[in-house]
């Protein structure tokens, strides 16, 4: 049985849903065009829940249901940390916490030609995109844009890289940043990268600044904006104490 909600589009934004809810009523949005993704479907005014997990939008107009899952299933342009597991031929064998391993062609990077192109070691971690995947075979992945510029794609090096559900890597790339990353960068000096694939990575000058960020990082989870800045401002005391 479907849930009858509230019909204002901000009701349920950040709140739990299950399927058969419904979310939206399009009679009460009129000259409002809406894009639906994921975890959403549309029958005649009513817009519901397909399944279990919260309700999400970002502007202009766009909803979904993010569920928080450790699998993850790769989808193309998808950026996601890698570790290089394997060499064989003009590949690198990369796990990326799929199903299965992808490939990530020797000649997609920069600059790459087959006598010079860059040499990895197994454990390498990289930021990489998801270029192609195909029921059955293996994801392929890319270290440069659709442009063939590298941009921010590459080996991550020294820092430290923690493994998250997807649900929070996808909250920590959301635009506009954030709240717990905004009231991290007011204070403290770090650079990260997050993968759609549950990875995250935290690079600072001193190592008690990296397990702060971590730490913020993976109690943001299930905490409102308002509770993740209180949470950042609590960490921040016990360093200047």
């Known amino acids: 049985m479907g849930t009858e909600v509230s019909t204002s589009p901000t009701s349920l934004i950040d709140q739990t849903v299950v399927p058969g809810d419904i979310v939206l009523d399009l009679s009460n949005m009129t000259n409002q065009t809406i894009k639906l993704g994921s975890g959403l479907r549309?029958?005649?005014?009513?817009?519901?829940?397909?399944?279990?997990?919260?309700?999400?939008?970002?502007?202009?107009?766009?909803?979904?249901?993010?569920?928080?899952?450790k699998r993850y299933i790769p989808r193309p342009e998808d950026h996601v940390l890698g570790i290089v597991v394997d060499c064989k031929g003009e590949n690198y064998w990369v796990d990326i916490k799929g199903p299965q391993l992808a490939l990530l062609p020797v000649l997609a990077f920069e600059g790459a030609n087959k006598r010079n192109y860059p040499k990895f070691e197994v454990s390498t971690l990289l930021y990489t995109r998801v270029v192609k995947t195909n029921t059955g075979m293996n994801p392929e992945l890319s270290c440069v844009d659709e442009s063939g510029k590298a941009a921010v794609f590459g080996p991550l090096k020294d820092g430290f890289m923690f493994e998250t559900s997807t649900g929070l890597s996808r909250m920590l790339l959301s635009s506009p940043t954030c709240p717990v990353l905004e009231a991290l960068g007011k204070k403290l000096s770090f650079e990260t990268a997050f993968g759609l694939n549950g990875r995250c990575w935290v690079h600072a000058a001193a190592p008690r600044i990296v397990i702060i960020v971590a730490n913020a990082l993976m109690n943001s989870e299930t905490l409102s904006g308002t509770q993740q800045r209180i949470m950042v401002e609590k960490l921040l005391e016990k360093i200047s104490d």
């Open 42 to 69: 549309q029958d005649n005014d009513s817009i519901s829940a397909m399944r279990a997990g919260k309700l999400r939008y970002s502007k202009p107009n766009k909803y979904w249901v993010e569920s928080s899952h």
